[in-house]
């Protein structure tokens, strides 16, 4: 009976240490999902806050309705921009220099209120962010079409206006005299910062102008409108403005992987698909390094805040206390179509979470 007694507190023992190291364990794998949990939730809650983020800074209700075929349509095969998408650099790297913003946009129909017998080509809905006294540069684009033979082209650019008893008249505002090879299309550009900025001044000025690339033979050749197999190929304006950015401060944190073990606050990789979401009016990039913050903040911040340590011990997913939040974030440069199909090159400031900390 003895040895009976001594074997059963014997398998007891065993049995009772089994129980507990398997609760141990049972609880630390529960503490990892949470924290897998609360990460995924960061994650979320980081995706929701840069689309609204986006849609805040361009000023838009909602994504533009702009689907992968109207952008094969609306996207100008020209110069300016494949340079743009062919050297694209998606970051900012130097923010504490001034930078440019180019904005282009597209040709459009003058009113047909102000329109005589006129030309149907152009009229540029400018955007509010170009301002007199930050245009840098301003570029009207043309393509020509083929000619036959080597010929001398005079591209005509007038300013239209509406004269006296409704007749509209032209003001000259460029000539150029081309030189143009046969069989090849072509694009050129004419220097329009002046003409931009008395636009700019007098909005009410602006009635459109009228382009003209007359051969040898009197044929027109400027592509002014989005015929068959011409699509890409209408006017635009290429428009550089100055824009300086602010500093920002810097700081440090820790980085860490999707399989990292940390619970302190720590920067995670996160890459932004835009095509993803459903954005096709962003050209570029289509997808981004954003990263974001998650973890926890008590022990760092035990000494300045030990009320708000003691709460989140009690509720470590509370709200109380500080936060494992951004210290330093960093803009992109994003190539879009706007809410009226003009297409924007410009920056996007606190896109890219650079190191977490708590606060």
């Not at 838009?60 to 921009?81: C, G, V, W, Y």
Request: charged share 25%.
């Amino acid at each position: 009976i003895l040895v009976m007694l001594c074997l059963l507190l014997f398998f007891s023992a065993a049995f009772s240490m089994e129980i507990n190291q398997t609760s141990r364990l049972l609880a630390e794998s529960g503490e990892q999902c949470s924290a897998c949990d609360f990460r995924e939730h960061s994650k979320q809650m980081r995706l929701h806050s840069i689309k609204s983020q986006i849609l805040s800074i361009l000023r838009l209700e909602q994504a533009p309705n702009i689907s992968r075929d109207m952008i094969r349509q609306l996207l100008p095969k020209a110069p300016p921009l494949t340079q743009l998408l062919d050297q694209y650099d998606p970051r900012v790297e130097d923010e504490d220099h001034a930078t440019t913003e180019t904005i282009i946009t597209m040709a459009t129909n003058p009113n047909p209120v102000t329109q005589d017998d006129l030309s149907s080509c152009c009229l540029f809905s400018l955007s509010p962010k170009i301002q007199p006294k930050n245009i840098l540069s301003a570029q009207l684009w043309v393509h020509l079409r083929p000619a036959d033979v080597v010929t001398t082209v005079f591209l005509q650019i007038s300013r239209l206006k509406p004269g006296k008893e409704g007749n509209n008249t032209r003001i000259r505002v460029r000539s150029l005299k081309l030189d143009i090879d046969a069989g090849a299309g072509s694009w050129q550009s004419i220097d329009i910062k002046s003409l931009l900025q008395a636009w700019m001044r007098q909005p009410e000025t602006n009635y459109g102008i009228e382009i003209n690339a007359y051969d040898s033979k009197g044929e027109d050749l400027a592509v002014t409108s989005a015929e068959p197999g011409q699509e890409g190929l209408q006017p635009f304006i290429e428009v550089k403005v100055l824009d300086t950015p602010k500093r920002s401060r810097r700081d440090s944190g820790l980085n860490c992987d999707e399989e990292s073990a940390e619970t302190r606050c720590c920067r995670y990789p996160l890459t932004v698909d835009f095509e993803e979401f459903g954005w096709d009016w962003i050209i570029a990039p289509k997808r981004y390094r954003a990263n974001y913050c998650s973890g926890e903040c008590e022990f760092m911040h035990l000494q300045q805040y030990p009320h708000a340590h003691l709460v989140n011990k009690a509720n470590p997913r509370g709200t109380a206390g500080p936060c494992c939040t951004p210290t330093k974030m960093s803009p992109i440069n994003m190539l879009y179509f706007n809410r009226k199909e003009q297409i924007i090159y410009g920056k996007i400031p606190s896109m890219v979470v650079d190191h977490c900390g708590c606060s």
